[in-house]
Each structure stands twice: as structure tokens, then as C-alpha cells.
């Protein structure tokens, strides 16, 4: 069987951002039914609807990544206890013009990551909510609400070996979620 293969949306922008790390370390423990590709959104215009009928190449890329995805994988971090404004540019963008979304139907995971003591909490349950109103079924449990401390990460980049199992049983989860929509599809 070939691997499905999952787009990954990081929210943040940062150089250095944790969030990517994470998205780098998950992605080290996925089980071999899944392969990934990085979907960007660092070069999209701000969403304007006079633009729906002539989107930006940056736009129709990642409308294209969308589409030839199985499933998706958001992470992301938590700005003033909501989502980064860049991605919910890219969510408008996926989803214009009316009838023609590269989101629907597409299952997700999200996780998150913040130097907070929330993790990311309110910024993953709107997210939920904007991707409810986008057709895109999201996993629920169990969910990741990331507290990155000075010892999460090893010099390696992985997630630190006291931490790490919960992540293999996450991203277990999160195939068998790909699995299942992808059974629902066919």
C-alpha cells in the first residue's frame, strides 16, 4: 500500500519558530502509512475577495498542495489566545471563491505548541471552529496542547524521550484517522 500522504501547515512564520520543530519531531515518529509535505503560506497575499476571480500563483499553489493531500496537519502556535493572523489568511484563501475550497472533506489533526502554560489551547479550539464551518473533519481526542519547556527538545531536535510516546500514540491515532476518512471516500 502506498503512504497517504499529509499536508503540513505550520502557523508560524518564525525562523526559529517551536511550532516548526514540533512539525519536524512529529513528523520523525509517524508511522511509514504516512508521508508529508510542507504546505506554504508564507507568500500569500492578504485575502481580498475582489481577488477571488484572479488568484495569485501563490494562492493557486497552495490550493493545488491542498487538494493532492489524503489529510492534513495543523500546527501551530497561539497568538493573543487566538490563531496566527497568516494562517487564517491561508484558510480564506483555501476557501474562496464560494464552491471551490481545497479544504472539504479533508481530515485533520492539530496540534500546537507555546511557551505558555495553555499550549495553545484557545488558539487550536477556533481553529477547530473555522475548519468546522470548512467541511474539514478534525480529530478530537486525544488532543496536544504543547508546553515547550527548556528540556522538550533534545540537541537532536527530537522530542525528549520522557515525552516522546505520548507523540508515537498521537500521530498512531492520527493515521488511523487518515485511514478511516480515507475508507469513508472510497
Known amino acids: 500500500m502506498s503512504a497517504y500522504q499529509i499536508g503540513v501547515i505550520v502557523g508560524s512564520l518564525r525562523l526559529e519558530s517551536i511550532n516548526r520543530k514540533l512539525a519536524d519531531a512529529l513528523i520523525k515518529l509517524a508511522p511509514s ?3 508529508f509535505k510542507d504546505i506554504a503560506i508564507d507568500k500569500l ?3 481580498n475577495q475582489d481577488d477571488d ?3 495569485a500563483a501563490s494562492v493557486k499553489a497552495m490550493k493545488a498542495a491542498i487538494r493532492a ?3 492534513l496537519l495543523f ?3 497561539e497568538y493573543n489566545r487566538s490563531l496566527p493572523g497568516v494562517l487564517k489568511n491561508a484558510l480564506d484563501h483555501g476557501s474562496r471563491p464560494y464552491g471551490q475550497s481545497a479544504w472539504a472533506g479533508k481530515p485533520a489533526g492539530i496540534v500546537g505548541a507555546s511557551l505558555g502554560a495553555m499550549g495553545s489551547a484557545l488558539a487550536q479550539q477556533h481553529l ?3 475548519l468546522s464551518c470548512l467541511n474539514v473533519p478534525v480529530m478530537c ?3 496536544v496542547y504543547v508546553h515547550v519547556d527548556q528540556d522538550f527538545f533534545e540537541e537532536s531536535g527530537d522530542i525528549d524521550a520522557n515525552r516522546r510516546d505520548f507523540f508515537k500514540t498521537w500521530m498512531q491515532a492520527f ?3 487518515i485511514e478511516q476518512h480515507a475508507v469513508e471516500k472510497a
Do not use: F, K
Request: glycine share 4%; net charge negative; charged share 15%.
Open 45 to 47: 497575499p492578504l485575502y
Open 75 to 77: 500546527v501551530t502556535p
Open 128 to 130: 477547530r471552529n473555522i
Open 175 to 177: 493515521t488511523q484517522w
Open 33 to 35: 502509512e504516512l508521508s
Open 53 to 55: 476571480n484572479n488568484q
Open 141 to 143: 481526542q486525544p488532543e
Open 69 to 71: 493531500c489524503d489529510g
